[in-house]
Antibody, heavy 119, light 114 residues
């Protein structure tokens, strides 16, 4: 049973970079999965940030694309999110999730980690 | 590109049925049969309850059902129970087209069980 666990700083200063990791257990990050980041701002719905395939191919939310990088660390069986030039609008609960190639739904989610952008 | 449109809140009494709508466009809900629904209790991760418009993952009661007509998908919960009191989100796969969203989420609907 694949499990995901987010980790990273809970507080980031404005104009700084938000960096989060998602550790994958119970399975390999090299398998035919898309590894995804989704966020939820306070009182709002879910927002797709972007995703990465085990080959390294990526897709990003067009509204965030200029600030987002998602990468794999196969040696640590984890994937990461970097979001630059953050503002208070980036304050949210960040979730990592996965979807299987050719199965178009996110079946495994992490518990989420709260990131606050504040000085 | 706007999020999928859901009612902000719905309510129903114990034992009754409720339906939550999710309206998109001909570029997402209308063209793909890849609508999924998630239940999210406060402070918890989303839980998949419907995928591919109508299918239920193992362990999800058949009180939960999904459908789609045109650009609108719907989630129906019958025989409401206290534990159904939660937030519900829809999601549509939109394809990996350059410069476009791969996934669209709805704004979420708060279901109150009376």
């Amino acid at each position: 049973q694949v499990q995901l666990q987010e980790s990273g700083p809970g507080l980031v200063k404005p104009s700084g970079t938000l960096s989060l990791n998602c550790a994958v257990s119970g399975g390999s990050i090299r398998s035919s999965n898309w590894w995804t980041w989704v966020r939820q701002s306070p009182g709002k719905g879910l927002e797709w940030i972007g995703e990465i395939y085990h080959s390294g191919n990526t897709n990003y939310n067009p509204s965030l694309k200029s600030r987002v990088t998602i990468s794999l660390d196969k040696s640590k069986n984890q994937f990461s999110l970097n979001l630059t030039s953050v503002t208070a609008a980036d304050t949210a609960v960040y979730y990592c999730a996965r979807w299987l190639l050719n199965f178009y739904y996110m079946d495994v989610w992490g518990r989420g980690t709260t990131v606050t952008v504040s000085s | 590109q706007s999020a999928l449109t859901q009612p902000r809140s719905v309510s129903g009494s114990l034992g009754q049925s409720v339906t939550i709508s999710c309206t998109g466009t001909s570029s997402d809900v209308g063209i793909f049969n890849y609508v999924s629904w998630y239940q999210q209790h406060p402070g918890k991760a989303p839980k998949l309850i419907i995928y591919d418009v109508t299918k239920r993952p193992s362990g999800v009661p058949d009180r939960f059902s999904g459908s789609k007509s045109g650009n609108t998908a719907s989630l129906t919960i019958s025989g409401l129970q206290a534990g159904d009191d939660s937030d519900y989100f829809c999601c549509s796969y939109t394809g990996p087209y350059a410069g476009a969203y791969t996934w669209m989420f709805g704004g979420g609907t708060k279901l109150t069980v009376l």
